[in-house]
């Protein structure tokens, strides 16, 4: 005999909750589609928070430990709010190889913030990435989603300013 | 359904259409889109609706392969290779009503924006596996029908057995396109033995090389040619499931793969009795989260069982015991958009394209310092030189060309002196590097060797998972050398421990991240040994 467990409430009334219960209801709530779940967390909040980790783990009736590691071993999933804007240097070997460190250096000199970092008016989260797959574009950043290329590092601070500003 | 009841589909899917004789084709691969492709497409779909029904036709594409002078656009007859198309590169929205004016019948080419296609970039390349990018809108089933498609699929499950199958497979001498090499036939004929009720087929698109992007391209620009391959590849082992493992990376390529399975499912191309055969097959996606090692095949089904994406030894193999301790099989992207030509052209035909041991063409992702940035398929055998200088268009800004480096970082550099060695499998590894999936990327003179190696071992050192010490402890070591090395503070015997440490840890590594991460260092230090020598105290 198998128990029916009872699924966790909904831990507010935020309707974003909603959005990562129904992600975690169309995989049958299997403790496998794990990583599909922290995805629908992240993509609703920008981050993993202990609740947000909690609530799923309750929800796929799995140890809050494995969520954690699973959580802390991927490196798309924050742990951390990010800020208003996020800017993603690729440092792929082509942009590298194009002055991706020149990016990240410039950056970090004009905002103070170094990769995996947010500003302190939680402005800009500075990331890097391994490679977005953009390498016609060398040195390549995807700034809130969108990717742009062939900048070198004061165009790109002019850019994020103006993106900050707006 | 047969092969002629899916011909008089695509017959009238061809009448449904109403095609004009020229179509207009804008590349929206995502190269293209971020260099502002998706305004073009909009003027000129907005030109084109101005038109009289079936005048005109405009439709959004996957990649042409020239990424560096995107946006892209073609005018060519429906179906039409890239190579018999008028090409126009770096295309504005104001460029729309003079592009359409030449697609209308007399009109004349628009010169100006004119990219020669008979330019070697063009001409030179042999595309199988990208036979259908930038020709078919990788959203349209239909389109993908009417170029042709599934009729692989359609022969094996209606007109071969399993055995016959795989026997195709194994006479094509097909390798494994994610950069091990291993002859697909025998890995399909190894889970098709198997005595196991439930088997599953799995699809690697987790491509974490930098600076590789093959498989985003092919799953961006022909997304159904991939799921005829798992199809076929599912019936040939007696699977009934699939998943495909695609880095969150690649938003676009995740989402036309789903829409292509949406697409397929309802036209009974996937799913419970696929095209009225007793036949079934579905396929599900689960996403990456950014880690590297994922792409090893262990680590890669840890992560589609939701844990963490650790590798664990082998044997037992995945054709063995793998996804959830069944038989599964695993291939890469590339491999799989093989298979539906294989089929339909027999296995004769591919085993008579590229070298003795390594058969077919392959897709390279060109990047670096050179001038046609940009994805490629050539024949297995082409040299580097040809690749580079002819194809490539060389370096640009007149500097000299100082190496290539292959295989991402489980690979090495290659010299001026090699580059006349013809590019298969084994000949790379003689030169201490692999083929790997693909990428690769040109530096010039100006590049620091030394700089290069200790890049890859941060990559390792940053992706190592953590389960073995050798990897864990040993890349953190070799990376500290190298930026000892690099300072300029390191004496004769670092150098001599860093070989050390190379080669323990290529030895006593669990998976092939740590197997490979000193490869970079080793073939630097083979080949450009002085940049090391140099900079000791």
Same mark, same amino acid.
């Given at each position: ?166 | &359904? ?28 995502? @190269? ?6 998706? $305004? ?57 009503? *003079? ?60 007109? &071969?057995?399993?055995? !016959? ?28 033995? &198997? ?27 022909? $997304? ?5 391959? &798992? ?19 690649? $938003? ?6 789903? =829409? ?15 095209? !009225? =055969? ?36 082998? $044997? ?17 992207? *590339? ?25 077919? =063409? ?128 390191? @004496? ?10 190379? !080669? ?28 090391? *020598?140099?900079?000791?105290?």
């Amino acid at each position: 005999m198998t128990l029916q467990r009872t699924r966790p409430d909904l831990p507010s009334n935020d309707k974003r909750w909603k959005l990562v219960n129904a992600a975690m209801r169309r995989n049958g709530y299997a403790g496998h589609a794990l990583i599909e779940a922290l995805h629908a967390v992240q993509d609703a909040f920008g981050f993993l928070d202990e609740e947000a980790m909690t609530f799923v783990a309750d929800s796929l009736d799995l140890p809050l430990s494995k969520v954690y590691g699973v959580a802390t071993f991927y490196h798309l999933f924050m742990l951390k709010p990010q800020g208003r804007h996020a800017c993603v240097v690729c440092t792929g070997t082509a942009c590298y190889i194009k002055g991706a460190s020149a990016l990240i250096e410039g950056v970090q000199e004009r905002f103070g913030v170094a990769p995996g970092e947010t500003t302190a008016d939680k402005s800009l989260s500075v990331l890097s990435a391994r490679c977005v797959g953009a390498c016609g574009l060398a040195p390549a950043v995807v700034l809130d989603g969108n990717v742009i290329g062939r900048l070198g590092p004061a165009q790109l601070c002019e850019r994020l300013e103006q993106e900050i500003a707006e | &359904m047969n092969l002629d009841d899916l011909e008089d589909l695509a017959v009238k899917f061809r009448d449904d259409a109403n095609e004009p004789e020229t179509e207009v084709r804008v590349c929206m691969a995502a @190269s293209c889109q971020s260099s502002g492709a998706a $305004p073009v497409l909009d003027a000129l779909r907005g030109g084109c609706g101005d038109k009289a029904e079936g005048a005109c036709k405009v439709k959004g594409v996957g990649c042409m392969g020239l990424c560096s002078a995107g946006p892209l656009v073609a005018v060519a007859p429906p179906a039409a290779a890239l190579d018999e198309a008028v090409i126009y590169r770096e295309v504005s929205p104001a460029d729309a009503p *003079e592009i359409l004016a030449s697609a209308a019948p007399g009109g004349a080419p628009v010169e100006r924006l004119r990219c020669p296609s008979d330019m070697p970039f063009f001409a030179r390349q042999h595309k199988i596996v990208l036979a259908n990018a930038g020709i078919v809108d990788p959203d349209s089933f239909r389109g993908y029908v009417m170029l042709g498609g599934y009729a692989a699929m359609v022969q094996a499950l209606t007109e &071969m057995t399993p055995q !016959e199958v795989v026997n195709e497979v194994t006479a094509s001498g097909l390798r494994g396109r994610g950069g091990g090499g291993y002859p697909t036939g025998l890995k399909w004929s190894t889970v098709a033995k &198997m005595p196991a009720n439930q088997k599953y087929v799995i699809c690697n698109a987790d491509e974490g090389d930098p600076g590789a992007f093959m498989d985003r391209a092919v799953l961006e620009s022909d $997304p159904h040619r991939v799921l005829e391959g &798992m199809a076929i590849a599912a019936y040939a082992i007696g699977a009934n499931k699939g998943y495909v493992y695609i880095r969150a990376e690649y $938003p676009l390529a995740v989402e036309r793969l789903k =829409t292509a399975i949406r697409k397929a499912k309802r036209a009974g191309f996937i799913g419970n009795h696929i095209c !009225e =055969t007793q036949f079934n097959f579905d396929v599900e996606i689960r996403l990456g989260a950014g880690a590297f090692v994922c792409g090893e095949e262990t680590a890669l089904m840890a992560s589609i069982e939701g844990n963490r994406g650790q590798p664990r030894p082998r $044997p037992p193999y995945p054709a063995e015991y793998g996804l959830w301790g069944s038989p599964t099989l695993i291939n890469n992207v *590339e491999t799989y958009a093989n298979i539906a030509p294989i089929i339909t052209e027999g296995g004769g035909w591919l085993a008579g394209i590229g070298t003795e041991k390594s058969k077919g =063409t392959k897709v390279f992702a060109l990047a670096g310092t050179i001038v046609n940035t940009g994805l490629i398929e050539v024949d297995m055998g082409t040299t580097l030189r040809d690749i580079i200088f002819d194809i490539g268009g060389g370096i640009p800004d007149g500097r000299a060309f100082k190496a290539v480096q292959t295989g991402g970082p489980s690979g090495g550099c290659v010299p001026e002196a090699h580059l006349d060695m013809p590019v298969d499998y084994d000949s790379l590894k003689t030169l201490g590097t692999m083929m790997g999936s693909g990428g690769m990327i040109v530096m010039d003179e100006t590049s620091n060797m030394v700089d290069v190696a200790r890049f890859f071992m941060e990559f390792c050192m940053d992706e190592s998972c953590g389960k073995c010490i050798p990897c864990r402890a040993g890349t953190q070591q070799m990376h500290g050398l190298l930026d000892k090395i690099a300072k300029g503070r390191a @004496s004769r015997a670092d150098l001599a421990l860093l070989e050390e440490l190379c !080669e323990v840890v290529q030895a006593t590594s669990l998976c092939g991240l740590g197997q490979t991460a000193p490869n970079p260092v080793l073939s630097t230090l083979r080949y450009f040994r002085h940049e090391y *020598e140099e900079k000791l105290g």
